[in-house]
C-alpha cells in the first residue's frame, strides 16, 4: 500500500512539472499559446517563436525548476540537521552568508568561478557559525539554533545593505533585484540541472542515514551511525545547494521551509520519498511563481522572491504559533 502511494505521489509530482513547464512556455507578454509552444518544442514552430520559447523562457523555466529544487533539496536536509521543520536556508542565514559572499565577489569584479565558490565558503561559513554560537560551552537544541539563525540572517542582511551602499549607482537597481531573486537573465541551466540530479541522488540514496538522524544524535550513535561524517555531509550539501541557488538567481527565501513541510504532510517522514518528492515539488512550485512574477503586471516584472515569502511568512507564522508540538 505505501509503495502505491508512494508511486501514485511521483506521478502526480512528474505530471504537475511538466504542465508548470508548459504554462510557462506558453504564458507571457507576448503569448506563445500551449499549441505553437507544443510545435517550438518539436522544431515546427516559426523562427519568432522558437525565439521565445526555445531561446529565452526555456532556460528561464528550467533555471527557476533547478534552483527551487536545490533550495528545496536544501530545507530537507538543514530540517534533518536541525530536527526543526522551521529550518531552511533563508531563515538560518545560510542565503545571507553566500548573497554577501558573492556581492563581495561582484564588487571585486571577479569572474563567475569565483564568485560561486565564495557564495559556496560563505554558505558553508554561515552554516557552521550558526552551529558554534548556538552550540556555546554546552549542548545546542533546534530552538537555540532556530534562533541564533535569525539573528545571524539579521546581521548578513545588515552587511548586504552595506554592500549595497557601497556599490556604483549603475549597478544597483541589478543588484537590488537579484537580492530578490531576479530570473530575468537567467544562466545556463545546465549546471544546476545536474547538480540537483547528482543531490538528489545522492540525498536518496544516504535516506537511510537521514532518517536515523532525524530521530536524534544519541538515537544515530546507538546503532553505529556515524553522527559526525553524516552531520558534516549534510552541511557541505546544504551548502552547496544553496550557493549555487544563490549564484544562480539571487536569494529567494521560504522554498526550503514550505516544500519540504508539505511533502511530508503528504508522504510521511522517509527519506526516499522526501528527498526527490521536494526536489520535484520545489521545482514545479518556483517555476509557478516565477511564471506569475513575470504574468501578474506584464510588461514590468516582480522579484519572484516577492511571490515566495507570500507564501512563505504566513506558513512560517502559523508553524511557529504550533512550536509546542516540534520540542
Not at 501514485?8 to 504537475?16: G, I
Not at 538543514?78 to 558573492?102: C, D, K
Not at 563567475?112 to 558554534?132: C, E, I, P, Y
Amino acid at each position: 500500500m505505501q509503495d502505491r502511494h508512494g508511486v501514485a505521489l511521483f506521478s502526480a509530482l512528474a505530471l504537475t512539472v511538466l504542465v508548470t513547464l508548459l504554462f510557462a512556455l506558453a504564458t507571457g507578454s507576448p503569448a506563445a499559446g500551449l499549441a505553437e509552444a507544443l510545435a517550438a518544442l518539436s522544431g515546427r514552430a516559426s523562427a519568432d517563436v522558437h525565439t521565445l520559447v526555445i531561446e529565452l523562457r526555456l532556460p528561464r523555466a528550467l533555471t527557476a525548476f533547478a534552483v527551487g529544487g536545490l533550495l528545496a533539496v536544501a530545507g530537507v536536509m538543514m530540517q534533518v540537521l536541525l530536527r526543526n521543520p522551521l529550518a531552511e536556508p533563508y531563515i538560518l542565514g545560510t542565503s545571507g552568508g553566500a548573497a554577501v559572499a558573492a556581492l563581495s565577489g561582484i564588487l571585486l569584479g571577479l569572474s563567475s568561478l569565483a564568485v560561486d565558490a565564495l557564495a559556496f565558503g560563505g554558505a558553508l561559513a554561515a552554516t557552521l557559525l550558526v552551529f558554534s554560537i548556538a552550540q556555546g560551552t554546552g549542548s545546542w537544541t533546534p530552538t537555540r539554533l532556530l534562533l541564533t539563525g535569525v539573528v545571524l540572517a539579521a546581521g548578513f542582511s545588515a552587511a548586504t545593505t552595506f554592500l549595497l551602499a557601497m556599490s556604483p549607482e549603475y549597478q544597483l537597481r541589478g543588484m537590488l533585484f537579484w537580492l530578490m531573486g531576479d530570473l530575468s537573465f537567467p544562466p545556463d541551466p545546465g549546471r544546476a540541472l545536474s547538480l540537483l540530479a547528482a543531490l538528489t541522488l545522492l540525498g536518496t540514496l544516504a535516506a537511510r542515514q537521514l532518517n536515523v538522524l532525524a530521530r536524534g544524535e544519541l538515537q544515530a550513535a546507538i546503532v553505529g551511525l556515524p553522527v559526525a561524517g553524516v552531520r558534516y555531509g549534510v552541511f557541505l550539501v546544504s551548502s552547496l545547494a544553496t550557493a549555487i541557488a544563490v549564484t544562480s538567481v539571487g536569494v529567494i527565501g521560504f522554498v526550503g521551509l514550505v516544500v519540504p513541510h508539505l511533502v511530508r504532510i503528504l508522504a510521511g517522514s522517509d527519506h526516499r520519498v522526501v528527498v526527490p518528492a521536494s526536489a520535484l515539488a520545489g521545482g514545479a512550485l518556483l517555476v509557478v511563481a516565477d511564471t506569475l512574477s513575470r504574468t501578474l503586471l506584464a510588461p514590468r516584472q516582480l522579484p519572484v522572491g516577492a511571490l515566495t515569502a507570500a507564501i512563505g511568512v504566513p506558513l512560517f507564522l502559523f508553524l511557529m504559533s504550533r512550536r509546542q508540538n516540534y520540542r
